[in-house]
């Protein structure tokens, strides 16, 4: 697949759209959990923000997971406001496509689901995901508290142990505090929930990570 490097390289604030103010209109309600997948949430549940690759798998891998109570798909770690997904494919805004995880931390631990991401994709394709090229696809954990943070930049060091004992090469995922979420079309939401044979292209390397107390 070739790709233009436009896809490949993060914009500029010069090069990137111009966006909009108006926040995408959504369905508040997650087509699996019936849980809201706006805020506001209850008091006690978390929040949780991941790219790994196409969100239309990556969605479903955080809603299959006990403890998470709902889930969204959308775009953050750009630069335009409020993108449709057409400009996020065009690599144009900078965004990532994400997966937003309201999780109850009673029953699903933060590690819980660092341990889900770093074994369900690739995290060391660069802007890429197995067939997907391009900016969009980028491997990152997009943090929501400072405990968060230390835990995610733990977790990096710790699984590299297990990729580089298994041969594979360094981690590029990005971890950074996470910036505007912004959501992505509503049909796009649980997308393999409504279509369960839609295309998913997520597949992790088979290396385990062993437990991690974050």
Same mark, same amino acid.
């Given at each position: 697949?070739?790709?233009?490097?436009?896809?490949?390289?993060? *914009?500029?604030?010069?090069?990137?759209?111009?966006?909009?103010?108006?926040?995408?209109?959504?369905?508040?309600?997650?087509? $699996?959990?019936?849980?809201?997948?706006?805020?506001?949430?209850?008091?006690?549940?978390?929040?949780?923000?991941?790219?790994?690759?196409?969100?239309?798998?990556?969605?479903?891998?955080?809603?299959?997971?006990?403890?998470? $109570?709902?889930?969204?798909? =959308?775009?953050?770690? =750009?630069?335009?406001?409020? *993108?449709?997904?057409?400009?996020?494919?065009?690599?144009?805004?900078?965004?990532?496509? $994400?997966?937003?995880?309201?999780?109850?931390?009673?029953?699903?631990?933060?590690?819980?689901?660092?341990?889900?991401?770093?074994?369900? %994709?690739?995290?060391?394709? =660069?802007?890429?995901?197995?067939?997907? =090229?391009?900016?969009?696809?980028?491997?990152?954990?997009? /943090?929501? /508290?400072?405990?968060?943070?230390?835990?995610?930049?733990?977790?990096?060091? %710790?699984?590299?142990?297990?990729? /580089?004992?298994?041969?594979?090469?360094?981690?590029?995922?990005?971890?950074?505090?996470?910036?505007?979420?912004?959501?992505?079309?509503?049909?796009?939401?649980?997308?393999?929930?409504?279509? *369960?044979?839609?295309?998913?292209?997520?597949?992790?390397?088979? $290396?385990?990570?062993?437990?991690?107390?974050?």
């Amino acid at each position: 697949m070739i790709l233009s490097s436009k896809k490949l390289t993060l *914009p500029t604030i010069e090069q990137a759209l111009s966006g909009r103010q108006t926040p995408m209109s959504i369905n508040n309600q997650h087509f $699996v959990t019936e849980q809201p997948i706006a805020p506001p949430f209850a008091a006690h549940l978390q929040q949780a923000i991941f790219g790994l690759g196409c969100f239309w798998g990556a969605e479903r891998k955080f809603w299959q997971q006990s403890g998470v $109570v709902s889930t969204a798909v =959308g775009y953050c770690a =750009g630069i335009t406001p409020n *993108p449709s997904y057409d400009e996020v494919c065009t690599g144009l805004t900078g965004h990532n496509e $994400v997966v937003l995880v309201i999780f109850d931390p009673t029953l699903c631990a933060y590690g819980d689901l660092l341990t889900l991401f770093w074994t369900s %994709h690739n995290p060391t394709q =660069g802007m890429r995901q197995g067939n997907d =090229g391009g900016t969009q696809y980028r491997s990152g954990i997009y /943090t929501c /508290t400072d405990r968060q943070l230390i835990a995610a930049q733990a977790s990096r060091v %710790h699984y590299q142990q297990a990729l /580089t004992a298994a041969g594979f090469a360094l981690i590029t995922t990005e971890i950074m505090p996470a910036p505007v979420f912004y959501y992505a079309e509503t049909y796009h939401q649980q997308y393999l929930a409504k279509d *369960p044979s839609g295309y998913c292209g997520l597949n992790g390397l088979g $290396v385990a990570m062993s437990v991690l107390n974050v």
